[in-house]
Nanobody, 124 residues
């Protein structure tokens, strides 16, 4: 199984980025997909997750209304559109795939497969 995250970079506060996560080696449509992030010196934290059909999404309060998660099962790719970026959004962003029950949607333990991470830096 491979999850390849891409799309990170340096952006000014208020700007936008779109992250992609290309999946292979698994039946993508059967997995929920999540995005997590880890800032220097901090633990990895939940950002967003989307269920298998793409009909239900979950967000961390800190990104709600600014970020949008989506998926294209035909392309086996997930996306995270990030708007109105803030310096505190600076982190390495990881995509993950799993089959978490509802209580584990926001937990790293709910995801079995992880990508390598892509760095997002937001300057003030």
């Amino acid at each position: 199984v491979q999850l390849q995250a891409s799309g990170g970079g340096l952006v000014q506060a208020g700007g936008s980025l779109r992250l992609s996560c290309a999946a292979s080696g698994l039946t993508f449509r059967m997995y929920s997909m999540g995005w997590f992030r880890q800032a220097p010196g901090k633990e990895r934290e939940f950002v967003a997750s989307i269920r298998v059909s793409g009909g239900t999404a979950f967000y961390a309060d800190s990104v709600k209304g600014r970020f949008a998660i989506s998926r294209d099962n035909a392309k086996t790719t997930g996306y995270l559109q990030m708007n109105s970026l803030k310096p505190e959004d600076t982190a390495v962003y990881y995509c993950a795939a799993g089959q978490p029950i509802l209580s584990y949607i926001r937990q790293t333990d709910g995801y079995r497969h992880w990508g390598q991470g892509t760095l997002v830096t937001v300057s003030s």
